[in-house]
C-alpha cells in the first residue's frame, strides 16, 4: 500500500488538472479517485496515420494477439505542438520499440502531470478498430500501479 499522503498528492494533481479542462471541482475529485482506486481508462491512441503507423496496425491485427504486445508510456517534452504530450511505444514479444502514437490531448494533460512527479500508470494494449477501407486505430487502457 502506498502512502496515503502520495495518494492525496496524486488525486489533488489529477481533480485540479480535470478542473481546469471544465468538471467541477466534485466531479474532478470524483474522477481522480475512480482511477486512483484501481478502474481503468480505455483510450483510442491518436496519430496513428502518421508515416508507417498504419502497416504496423494491419501487421499487428492480422500476425499477432494483444497479450503480446507490450505498452509503455513516454513523455514527449520536446513535441512543439503539445506541451503534455505522452507518446505511446509498443513492443511485440520484445522486439525494437515503435512509437505507435500518442494518447489524446485532453487525456495527457492529467496523465503528463502525473508522470512528470513519478507515478507509474501501466498500459495494455486493448485491440485494434477500424476496416481495411478505412484507416486503423488502436485502444489501449491506462491504469495506475
Not at 67 to 87: F, T
Amino acid at each position: 500500500m502506498k502512502n496515503i499522503h502520495v495518494i492525496r498528492r496524486m488525486v489533488a494533481t489529477m481533480a485540479n488538472r480535470l478542473k481546469k479542462m471544465g468538471l467541477t471541482l466534485s466531479a474532478a475529485f470524483k474522477k481522480a479517485w475512480e482511477f486512483v482506486k484501481g478502474n481503468t481508462i480505455n483510450t483510442k491512441v491518436s496519430g496513428v496515420t502518421k508515416g508507417n503507423r498504419q502497416k504496423a496496425l494491419r501487421r499487428i491485427l492480422t500476425a499477432y494477439r494483444p497479450e503480446q504486445i507490450r505498452v509503455s508510456l513516454e513523455r514527449d517534452k520536446a513535441n512543439l505542438y503539445d506541451n503534455n504530450a505522452v507518446n505511446v511505444i509498443i513492443s511485440v514479444n520484445g522486439s525494437k520499440a515503435y512509437n505507435l502514437g500518442c494518447i489524446p490531448r485532453n487525456l495527457a494533460y492529467v496523465v503528463s502531470a502525473l508522470l512528470d512527479k513519478g507515478v507509474h500508470i501501466a498500459a495494455a494494449f486493448g485491440s485494434v478498430i477500424g476496416a481495411a477501407s478505412m484507416n486503423y486505430g488502436a485502444v489501449i487502457s491506462l491504469q495506475l500501479e
